[in-house]
């Protein structure tokens, strides 16, 4: 088979998180096509499940659907040099207000290769506690609310459309698998 070729590049947006880029692509026929492309920093999950296998959730409003929903603590990889598992050690304290004891890395989810690089890396934590610093909350952080609800009902949420983001669906259903088995710590926990 014949590899995809890059024949050219332009972009088209730079943003604040994201860019986009228009690509001419050799096709495995020879012809070339045109793709859009929706350039992506990355971002970290945490499925953080306390002692009572309670997983913790946010519920925040997301300005492209319009209405709030139910998701995991998470954040963009948006400091220089940070590896995934700092990242989410940050962001579980910064949306939760949690640290956690123990980290496995549960799955990497790309969430829509047909039209972005983005890539999630999802995290479980463990032997979870209350953190005794602070942290400024700003824009859609400031009506961010912070639940706890059983890792089955997180289940049966994510089956029956309740919880409908794409890293609170993969991060539950792996944990809820990843319970049952034995997990690996993640690098640097």
């Given amino acids: 088979m014949t590899p995809y070729e890059t024949v050219s590049s332009t972009p088209v947006f730079a943003g604040r998180v994201i860019s986009v880029r228009t690509d001419e692509v050799r096709m495995s026929d020879g012809s070339v096509a045109q793709r859009e492309v929706v350039e992506h920093p990355g971002a970290v999950a945490i499925v953080a499940l ?47 207000g949690l640290e956690a004891a123990n980290w496995y890395e549960l799955v990497r989810m790309m969430t829509s290769p047909g039209m972005t690089n983005e890539q999630i890396t999802i995290f479980l934590a463990t032997g979870l506690t209350a953190s005794d610093q602070s942290f400024a909350a700003e824009h859609e952080e400031l009506t961010m609310t912070v639940s706890r609800r059983p890792l089955a009902e997180a289940v049966a949420d994510v089956l029956a459309g309740r919880i409908t983001n794409g890293p609170a669906i993969a991060g539950v259903l792996a944990a809820s698998v990843a319970r049952r088995s034995d997990l690996e710590p993640a690098a640097g926990s």
């Fill in 50 to 96: 306390d002692e009572e296998d309670q997983v913790v959730l946010v519920n925040q409003y997301r300005h492209p659907v319009g209405r709030r929903l139910d998701e995991l603590p998470a954040g963009l990889l948006d400091v220089a040099g940070e590896a995934p598992l700092a990242a989410a050690k940050r962001e579980l304290f910064e949306e939760a």
